[in-house]
């Protein structure tokens, strides 16, 4: 059965959080890899609004965790943008979720946290090991992703777990991710905060 999104009962249960009912459905033998026109699984619909015990359910009734939607996107990814960490360390460390999954850009869920300014869940992922070094398509690294949209917390997290991120190469490219982003904004309380930072980890190298 589908409702008029041409979804079943348990996407529409899990993207709102019914942990219940989605216990209900699935042990009377609910498909979990029904997926919606974006390739969303319950599994993503639930990590997305951050319904832990819902991807607990789904998760011990044998949902994938490493599923991927048609833009390539994990659980995990989509947990890690949307700043759930408790989720995020859950999936890793209980469920084993790969921590440097690649979306179809290259994304893995640490570029994702770092655009979005998601500090604690960048950290989390430093601590559990996620790769730093990793490029996406444009060949940018986490860290270059968090300049260009002037993440200045999280630039400092990577800069104080990883200094040697900074190579000869990411100098130059840092230098002009930040022209490039506070040229376009009007200085106000933090805009103007990354540049000099990160000036001035590179005079000391």
Known sequence: MQSSRGWSPLLNAAENG????????????????????????????AAEHGYKLVCNALLTHKAFINA????????????????????VWSLITQHH????ALTLKKQTPLHLAAEAGQLEVCDTLLQLG???????????????VAA????SEVVKLFLKT?????????KVRLHKQMETQTDRQTDTAGQSEIRPMIFQFIQIR
């Open 18 to 45: 019914h942990e219940g009912i989605v216990s209900t459905l699935l042990d009377h033998h609910a498909r979990v890899d029904v997926f919606d026109s974006e390739g969303k699984a319950a599994l993503h619909l």
């Open 68 to 87: 991927r939607t048609m833009s390539g996107l994990t659980a995990l990814h989509l947990a890690a943008m949307k700043g759930y960490n408790d989720l």
């Open 148 to 151: 260009m949209r002037n993440n």
């Open 162 to 170: 990883s200094p040697e991120l900074v190579t000869t190469a990411d």
């Open 97 to 100: 979720s790969q921590k440097d």
């Open 130 to 144: 996620a790769d730093t070094n990793a490029t996406n398509d444009a060949g940018q690294k986490a860290v270059h």
